[in-house]
């Protein structure tokens, strides 16, 4: 591209979690100037809102922002409750540490955002291997959410296309620990945990962290976190 032609701008959906930095440098890496979005829902590991700060600081993203939405106020989830975060191991059923719709929810935030700055790309850190089973992290979700968005927005009645980019999409947590290491992220500002202790460590027992201390394990790389639980 001439270097008087401005790169392309992508809303990039950044937690503060492992997949999301690695999901943001990607989109970088493609070409994309990031506008991150970072959604304050009240949730119970808050800690990552810290993390995604740090990790948008570090990439150099054209701009971030912390948008706040009391999900709490729904409740529903470990997260967004008063609700014991499930410690006994990843099972085979939608666990209770899932908030609902929360997915759609930032999609729709990130395409607003996106239709506003001239945007017709989004980026979210999903992945449908290694993950707690949750419906909106599945290739059905993406699509169908890429779908409704040509619909559902001015850019798309006028002939445009908005796409959803999920590059971890088909990855196991071990290829993205090892994404991360590729592109000269440090895994260690990113967090990961739903449970941290008093102490600031992740707990190292939920299903978030189980996923992550076996990816990397599995990897053979450090991940850099301080677990409470060995």
């Not at 690695?22 to 990552?48: M, P, S």
């Not at 930032?106 to 290694?130: P, Q, R, T, Y």
């Not at 040509?150 to 445009?160: I, L």
């Not at 971890?168 to 739903?194: F, M, N, P, T, V």
């Amino acid at each position: 591209m001439p270097s008087d032609v401005p790169l392309p701008l992508a809303v990039v959906l950044l937690s503060g979690g492992l997949d999301s930095m690695v999901c943001t440098a990607l989109a970088q890496e493609q070409g994309f100037r990031v506008l991150a979005l970072t959604i304050d829902y009240n949730q119970r590991h808050r800690v990552e809102l810290e993390f995604a700060r740090t990790i948008a600081q570090r990439l150099g993203v054209e701009r971030h922002i912390i948008l706040p939405m009391d999900l709490r106020q729904f409740g529903g989830s470990a997260l967004t409750a008063d609700i014991a975060v499930p410690k006994d191991g990843v099972g085979s059923d939608i666990p209770i540490t899932y908030v609902p719709a929360r997915n759609l929810i930032f999609l729709s935030l990130a395409l607003a955002w996106a239709e506003a700055a001239g945007s017709k790309d989004l980026f979210i850190g999903v992945n449908a291997l290694d993950y707690s089973g949750y419906p909106d992290c599945r290739p059905e979700f993406v699509g169908g959410f890429e779908a409704l968005a040509c619909v559902a927005t001015k850019a798309g009645s006028e002939g445009g296309t908005v796409t959803v980019h999920a590059p971890l999409q088909h990855l196991k947590k071990s290829e993205i620990a090892k994404e991360a290491a590729r592109l000269g992220l440090d895994a260690g500002q990113s967090w990961s945990c739903y449970d941290p202790l008093p102490d600031g460590r992740a707990c190292g027992v939920c299903d978030s962290c189980r996923l992550r201390r076996a990816g990397f394990a599995e990897a053979g790389l450090d991940d850099g976190t301080r677990y409470g639980s060995n």
